[in-house]
T-cell receptor, first 115, second 118 residues
């Protein structure tokens, strides 16, 4: 498709429960990024993929967060044992690299509320 | 480490007035610069980008931005604001491919909220 799709739009989890978010990148885009936007408008980079391979995971809290981008499946971001501080909007973006040019196209986000 | 500063948290302008949103960046390598707009409850829409060449770049919705390397700035402008421009605006910086600065993740400023008085 021509837009980045994210599901679900909203997700509510009790503290300690698992949360799984999905992202379908734009067809033909080889890079996928996950960002976390917290209440103070701060965007935090979590992880990026080049096709199905992890490209950069320096932003991932590895003890509870994991992500995958498998062929012919939506990408996913999973949080085990959610904490209150995980409440945020999670954005997925996709991009392709054409020569020295890239643009990231963002999905509408998934709002995660941990209670 | 890279950073982006948007000094104005909230700006209010009258419809039809001109607009300038400020953005300053700190980046060790060659920066790629972007402006995004976020309407309430929505994702980010790319307004414009600067990679190289002409330092004045045109974007969608009548926006433009000027890259000033000497001032480490990339300010967004619009000559006449419309009520529909009310939104949150984010400036972002990313690495130039091949610069050795890692992957292409963006570093964002904290945003400037634009309110428009009819």
């Amino acid at each position: 498709g021509e837009e980045v799709a994210q599901t679900p739009k909203h997700l509510v989890r009790g503290e300690g429960q698992k949360a799984k978010l999905y992202c379908a990148p734009i067809k033909g885009h080889s890079y996928v990024f996950w960002y976390q936007q917290v209440l103070k408008n701060e965007f935090k980079f979590l992880i990026s993929f080049q096709n199905e391979n992890v490209f950069d995971e320096t932003g991932m809290p590895k003890e509870r967060f994991s992500a995958k981008c498998l062929p012919n499946s939506p990408c996913s971001l999973e949080i085990q044992a959610t904490k209150l501080e995980d409440s945020a909007v999670y954005f997925c973006a996709s991009s392709l690299l054409r020569g020295l040019i890239y643009e990231q196209y963002f999905g509408p986000g998934t709002r995660l509320t941990v209670t | 480490a890279q950073s982006v500063t948007q000094p104005d948290i909230h700006i209010t302008v009258s419809e039809g007035a001109s607009l300038e949103l400020r953005c300053n960046y700190s980046y060790g390598a060659t920066p790629y610069l972007f402006w995004y707009v976020q309407s309430p409850g929505q994702g980010l829409q790319l307004l414009l980008k600067y990679f190289s060449g002409d330092t004045l770049v045109q974007g969608i919705k009548g926006f433009e931005a000027e890259f000033k390397r000497s001032q480490s700035s990339f300010n967004l402008r619009k000559p006449s604001v419309h009520w529909s421009d009310a939104a949150e605006y984010f400036c972002a910086v990313g690495p130039a491919p091949g610069s050795g600065a890692g992957s292409y993740q963006l570093t964002f400023g904290k945003g400037t909220k634009l309110s428009v008085i009819p």
